[in-house]
């Protein structure tokens, strides 16, 4: 701070002045901070606004998942190709070893009658995979009308609950899973039944034409397994505990076909089958749908091509709508007149109309994909148009362009060394926006059948959410994955598209 | 302003012609249902096209369709949907539906938005402020279809207040099919909301950081007078439009709410049209010249009503 007296410039000392040495140049000090350009000014910038940085951030984390799940995760959808066994895995809800609080335990809440009380807790009894996690006492259910029922509210473990089913092996299957289960002490295979007809694999027991099972006073089922028969001695794996008898013992197959081409009908536990077969227990941290193919990589693979379908018309609308639009704002005139009445009758053509004629002239030609993104790109560029003719607009009057072409520069230096730079931050932030456009028009086309992507190594997340649609009540897992990929999707784009643009805005510099 | 009004009419007409020709002339070059597999229709299919002139070369039929369909609004018979019936007819059924479902939207959201966004603006800055913003944010981003799969499950399944679709039949007005409106109401109304309360927000903060507010506050008006009479009157020049054409785009825009509630309404019937082999070209054409035309409407209402509302700007003068 200056005192009084330091301001009275007359009376300054003689002694406080020097004279300006008279060799050598002057310089301005060297600026000891680093210069700021443009991008590191609007990176400074976003950086500062938290929001977006973390919406930036869980973009990244969503578009590792659609890259990464796909490449490395091996299971039931990815081999779904070759594979048709995933059937037989339908409906099982989240389960995960490592984060069940976070997804699920596999585990679901039904209230049952005592009949499927019974055929439920059979399973338990002969594989030891119990499927009634807990249970509450018998009560009658009085507005049933049915006072002798029994019902039971229980919590069923649905992956021990898919039980049983039947598989026709040939001899060196038969022979292979024996192997495998004297190796890993898991027992795959359960001995037949008696009942050749009964084609619930579930049923070991005496039971009804229903299946309910027929109880002995004691409250313990009727096994009706099968002893051996003479021509089937090659089974030598592990026994059920029941199977203690060394003058019957139990047969493990029914053998069907000829001689030459035998079949081995077996009763095959499905979880200790998932095992065998893929190497590793059932658990699907997102479920699987209805026709047993994991959530997990579906949506992973749904993702993924969201992804790049919009990257894809983004860059598109992005090339297309600078050139259109710095021709527009340059020349101006009749050329601009003569160019903005065809943006105008394209922009008239509503979305879904393109992109159902599309998909009815084109879909056969060149795929439903191509025209899928072909209608993108039909009307998406004029966006981008109309904002870089604004700024051309903008800029080539100005007193810099001038002195350009006065220099001899020609017409496209102008346009794209000296004009074009300006509309640089609206250019990417709007292509940024246009990508949660594209991937929740993408879903809602989908959705509605209008466009249909499905197929053995495609899909996508409007066609699994109307699949799961049906399912909203019973498994409403199947739905609520794709949802939240969407929504946190859309969240965190319009976040980081908002960051973007304030970041882009010089005219808001200083004044957050 | 009224030659103003009849230059942009007129041009909407004319891009309008160029669009309904492209999509005519496109669709008339897809290989439609040979008449002999209609069966017993055979033969009012056959008069039909006939009339429409279906065997005569393109330019003829051009011709024949923009006399008969533009001018005449005959747009022929449904092929595969509705056999035999008329087009035009089946739309007019449907229409009330989602108009219906729209004006129950927009009465529900429009006051709703306004307040949200008025309430935020004069709190700016405040924690209610942030938390309105944040809510918005959160709400416009979610796609509806997720709303309405989050409204059937807890509200109809879980609580079963509602039922799961729109009730069947054509008495409107009836309490009980309000009631199945509901759901679909509410899917649609979040997003509605939401955009409105930000918009409105926006145009407000700046109308009340102007400066003839400040000078109004000057001249000794209390605070309620300057906002109610100088800033929200001012602010509803940009946000009166924005709600008309908000209106204008859930007519066309609500198709997958209309899918998933089952409301029988135009939506459905363009997807059905496009799902059928070959699809059912006659509503299809129909309704792509009834989107075209609300897409292109909106637009010009929108211009136009800047000027009804603030009679200072003077919309396609030169100045």
């Known amino acids: 701070m200056m005192t009084k007296n330091e301001r009275n410039y007359p009376k300054i000392p003689k002694g406080k002045f020097a004279f300006v040495p008279m060799e050598g140049r002057q310089h301005d000090k060297k600026f000891e901070t680093k210069p700021i350009g443009y991008f590191q000014d609007v990176l400074m910038r976003f950086s500062r606004n938290k929001a977006s940085v973390v919406a930036f951030f869980i973009i990244v984390f969503l578009a590792l998942y659609a890259i990464l799940v796909p490449m490395f995760a091996e299971t039931n959808y990815s081999l779904a190709l070759t594979d048709t066994m995933y059937i037989n895995y339908s409906k099982l809800p989240p389960r ?137 001695t090659s089974y030598h794996s592990l026994r059920i505990a029941a199977d203690n008898d060394p003058e019957k013992p139990l047969a493990y197959a029914r053998i069907t076909g000829t001689s030459q081409a035998k079949g081995y009908v077996v009763r095959v536990s499905k979880y200790n089958y998932f095992q065998y077969r893929y190497g590793f227990e059932p658990s699907f941290v997102m479920g ?25 018309v983004s860059s598109l609308n992005l090339t297309i709508g600078t050139f259109y639009g710095a021709i527009e704002g340059y020349y101006g005139g009749w050329v601009d007149m003569l160019m903005e009445r065809i943006a105008d009758v394209l922009g008239g053509i509503p979305f879904i109309v393109v992109t159902s004629l599309f998909q009815l002239h084109l879909s056969n030609k060149v795929g439903v994909v191509p025209s899928l993104l072909f209608a993108f790109v039909l009307t998406g560029w004029l966006g981008m148009a109309y904002r870089v003719r604004m700024q051309f607009y903008r800029f080539k009057g100005q007193e810099y362009v001038l002195a350009a072409r006065t220099l001899g520069a020609s017409d496209a230096r102008l346009m794209f060394k000296h004009i074009f730079p300006n509309s640089l931050g609206t250019i990417i932030t709007g292509s940024i926006l246009v990508i949660p456009g594209v991937i929740f028009s993408e879903s809602s086309l989908t959705y509605l059948g209008i466009v249909n992507l499905e197929s053995s190594t495609m899909t996508s997340v409007g066609t699994m959410l109307a699949n799961g649609r049906d399912q909203l009540s019973t498994n409403p897992y199947i739905i609520l994955f794709p949802s939240l990929f969407i929504s946190l999707l859309q969240i965190s784009f319009n976040l980081f598209g908002n960051g973007l643009r304030d970041a882009f805005n010089p005219q808001l510099r200083g004044a957050e | 302003m009224l030659k103003y009004v009849i230059k942009r009419i007129g041009l909407m007409l004319v891009v309008f012609l160029i669009i309904i020709s492209v999509c005519f002339v496109l669709v008339k070059l897809l290989p439609s249902k040979p008449a002999e597999q209609f ?66 939207t927009m009465l529900f959201s429009v006051p709703l938005g306004l307040i949200f966004g008025i309430y935020a603006a004069l709190k700016k800055n405040t924690w209610q402020d942030h938390f309105i913003s944040t809510a918005v944010m959160v709400f416009v981003s979610v796609p509806s279809y997720v709303y309405a799969f989050l409204v059937q499950y807890f509200l109809c399944f879980k609580l079963q207040w509602f039922p799961f679709q729109m009730r069947a039949g054509y008495d409107y007005f009836s309490w009980e099919t309000f009631v199945s409106l509901v759901p679909a109401i509410l899917s649609l109304g979040f997003g509605t909301v939401a955009g409105l309360t930000r918009y409105t927000r926006a145009e407000l903060t700046e109308v009340l950081t102007s400066e003839f507010l400040l000078l109004a506050r000057t001249k000794g008006l209390t605070k309620a007078q300057t906002t109610v009479r100088h800033a929200l009157r001012n602010s509803m020049v940009p946000i009166f439009p924005m709600i008309l054409s908000q209106f204008i785009g859930i007519i066309s825009g609500s198709m997958i709410i209309e899918n998933i509630f089952g409301i029988p309404g135009v939506g459905p019937l363009y997807v059905r049209s496009l799902g059928t082999t070959p699809p059912d070209y006659n509503f299809f054409l129909l309704l792509s010249a009834f989107y075209t035309l609300i897409g292109l409407g909106s637009g010009i209402i929108i211009d136009l009503s800047y000027g009804l509302i603030d009679p200072r700007i003077r919309m396609g003068s030169k100045k």
């Open chain 1, 288 to 312: 699987t749908n209805s026709k047993g193919q994991d959530i997990f990589t579906r949506l992973a693979s749904a993702a993924r091509f969201s992804f790049m379908l919009a990257i894809f």
């Open chain 1, 96 to 232: 995960s070893k490592a984060m069940g609080w976070l997804f699920g335990d596999g585990t679901k809440k039904v209230t049952v009658n005592e009949n499927d009380y019974n055929i439920l807790r059979a399973i338990g009894i002969e594989t030891g995979l119990n499927p009634i996690v807990s249970s509450s006492e018998p009560y009658q259910d009085a507005t049933s009308g049915r006072k002798q029922n029994n019902y039971y509210d229980i919590i069923t473990d649905e992956y021990y609950r898919i039980g049983m089913m039947y598989l026709t092996l040939t001899p060196d299957e038969y022979e292979n899973i024996q192997a495998w289960q004297d190796a890993n002490n898991i027992q795959v295979i359960y001995p037949a039944i008696t009942d050749a007809k009964q084609s619930d694999a579930n049923i070991w027991y005496k039971a009804n034409k229903k299946g309910v099972p027929t109880l002995t006073k004691s409250g313990d089922y009727q096994p009706i397994y099968r002893t051996t028969t003479p021509e089937d």
């Open chain 2, 39 to 104: 069966g017993k229709d055979m033969a009012l299919i056959e008069m039909r096209r006939e009339a429409l002139g279906y065997n005569k070369p393109l330019i003829e039929q051009y011709i024949i369709f923009v006399r008969r369909s533009l001018i005449g609004m005959d747009w022929g018979v449904s092929e595969m949907m509705y056999v035999g019936q008329d087009v035009m007819k089946v739309f007019m059924e449907k229409m009330p539906a989602t108009i219906l479902v729209n004006v129950y």
